[in-house]
C-alpha cells in the first residue's frame, strides 16, 4: 500500500501565477482533505472533498479550489499567488464511512511564491 | 469555534527522561482527539487517537495521552524519551461523528529537542 501520495514535492512559483497540486488517497479511502501549513504553525483546513463534490470548507478564499476525480486522486488549485501562500501543502485521506475517524497525511508539497 | 492551544512551543529533554506535552482544547461537545507527530520535511503521522470510553489511550512508539474533560485537556506523555523521537507534535480536535477525521483544528505545535 502506497500510502496517500502527493506531487510535486517541491514546487517555485512567481507571484500571480497559478499552480496545481496533486494528492492520490491511501487506498480504500474516499475522501480527501487539503491543509495549509505555514512555517513554524500548524495544519490549517482548507477544504474537503468527497463524492467529486466540495463538502467542507475552511476560512480560505475562492483563489483556492479543488477537484477531486472518479478514481478519488484530487487537485489543488491556488490562482493569482501571493507571497502569503508560500507553505507546505498537504493531503489526507479517509474513509467517510468508517469508524476509525483517521486521516492518513502524505508528505506534503513545499511551495515557495517568490 | 473550536480550538487547540498547545502552551508549549519548545521542550527540551534529556534522553531517557519522562516527557508531557500539554494540550488545551475549546469546543461545545465531546471532541475527537488527535495527537500527531511530523518529523522535518514529513508529513504527519498518527500516534494516538481518543473517542470516547478509556480516558487513558494507548499510541504508538510508546506514547499514551489522558483525557480530561474537566480541564479540557489531552496531554501526551512518555515514560522514557528516545533521541529518535525529536520532532514537531501536534495536537488536533475533530468535529464528533463522520467527516472527523477529514476536518481537523491543529494546535500551533511544541518542538521537542532530546539531548544526548
Known amino acids: 500500500d502506497a500510502g496517500v501520495t502527493q506531487s510535486p514535492t517541491h514546487l517555485i512559483k512567481t507571484r500571480g501565477q497559478q499552480v496545481t497540486l496533486r494528492c492520490s488517497p491511501k487506498?480504500?479511502?474516499?475522501?480527501v482533505s487539503w491543509y495549509q501549513q505555514a512555517l513554524g504553525q500548524g495544519p490549517q483546513f482548507i477544504f474537503q472533498?468527497?463524492?467529486?463534490?466540495?463538502?467542507q470548507r475552511g476560512n480560505f478564499p475562492d483563489r483556492f479550489s479543488g477537484h477531486q476525480f472518479p478514481n478519488y486522486s484530487s487537485e489543488l488549485n491556488v490562482n493569482a499567488l501571493l507571497l502569503g501562500d508560500s507553505a507546505l501543502y498537504l493531503c489526507?485521506?479517509?474513509?467517510?464511512?468508517?469508524?476509525?475517524?483517521?486521516?492518513?497525511f502524505g508528505q506534503g508539497t513545499r511551495l515557495t511564491v517568490v | 469555534a473550536q480550538s487547540v492551544t498547545q502552551p508549549d512551543i519548545h521542550i527540551t529533554v534529556s534522553e531517557g527522561a519522562s516527557l508531557e506535552l500539554r494540550c488545551n482544547y475549546s469546543y461545545g461537545a465531546t471532541p475527537y482527539l488527535f495527537w500527531y507527530v511530523q518529523s522535518p520535511g514529513q508529513g504527519l503521522q498518527l500516534l494516538l487517537k481518543y473517542f470516547s470510553g478509556d480516558t487513558l489511550v494507548q499510541g504508538i512508539k510508546g506514547f499514551e495521552a489522558e483525557f480530561k474533560r474537566s480541564q479540557s485537556s489531552f496531554n501526551l506523555r512518555k515514560p522514557s524519551v528516545h533521541w529518535s523521537d525529536a520532532a514537531e507534535y501536534f495536537c488536533a480536535v475533530g468535529p464528533f461523528g463522520s467527516g472527523t477525521a477529514s476536518k481537523l483544528t491543529f494546535g500551533t505545535g511544541t518542538r521537542l529537542q532530546v539531548t544526548l
Open positions: 487506498s480504500g479511502h474516499d475522501t
Open positions: 472533498y468527497y463524492e467529486e463534490e466540495e463538502r
Open positions: 489526507a485521506s479517509s474513509n467517510l464511512g468508517a469508524d476509525s475517524y483517521e486521516a492518513f
